[in-house]
T-cell receptor, first 110, second 115 residues
């Protein structure tokens, strides 16, 4: 399968704590993207990191990419209840082809 | 307008029915996508249209028939589906991005139940 792996599969933390999710993939990529999905709804793009970049920030999000290890991590700082969702990494594999990882279900407890 | 709309939101159909899912975007994107997502699983790519031509078909059964009438619209025609086809069907659009994979904008999905 071309799909990546994400860990943990589920993560439950207290509001205000940081959440870290990891993604590993198997093939060469042109970029890696992270998406959020609230229960049973469409996906929302969070951040894109190119294959020649190592780290990127957007608000409370920090993404790292290690192409030698074929892995990426997403850090959400100072979590809020509204961050409760499923988070998917997706690897760009050629023009217009995104392959999604298995996802991490994040629960923020008040 | 950065919205992708999908209709209907919910659809229940029998195995002998013919129905269609619709998707629309007005962002000027020239690539549009259909994904299938089962519960607690990631989205799986079904079809990609680029400049209104089918560019990727991920070996989808012929009971699913995509159509791109113009650059803003994407349809998915359904016929003789099986209960295992019940899923959330997501539409997305993006720029064509050359050789790189652009950010995709997703609609809210159609929840399909096949009885």
């Amino acid at each position: 399968s071309q799909q990546g792996e994400e860990d943990p599969q589920a993560l439950s933390i207290q509001e205000g704590e940081n959440a870290t999710m990891n993604c590993s993939y198997k093939t060469s990529i042109n970029n890696l993207q992270w998406y959020r999905q609230n229960s049973g709804r469409g996906l929302v793009h969070l951040i894109l990191i190119r294959s020649n970049e190592r780290e990127k920030h957007s608000g409370r999000l920090r993404v790292t990419l290690d192409t030698s290890k074929k892995s990426s991590s997403l850090l959400i700082t100072a979590s809020r209840a509204a961050d409760t969702a499923s988070y998917f990494c997706a690897t760009g594999q050629g023009a217009q082809k995104l392959v999604f990882g298995q996802g991490t279900r994040l629960t923020i407890n008040p | 307008d950065t919205e992708v709309t999908q209709t209907p939101k919910h659809l229940v159909m029998g195995m002998t029915n013919k129905k269609s899912l619709k998707c629309e975007q007005h962002m000027g994107h020239r690539a549009m996508y259909w994904y299938k997502q089962k519960a607690k699983k990631p989205p799986e790519l079904m079809f990609v249209y680029s400049y209104e031509k089918l560019s990727i078909n991920e070996s989808v059964p012929s009971r699913f028939s995509p159509e791109c009438p113009n650059s803003s619209l994407l349809n998915l025609h359904l016929h003789a589906l099986q209960p295992e086809d019940s899923a959330l069907y997501l539409c997305a659009s993006s720029g064509t991005g050359g050789l790189r994979t652009d950010t995709q904008y997703f609609g809210p999905g159609t929840r399909l139940t096949v009885l």
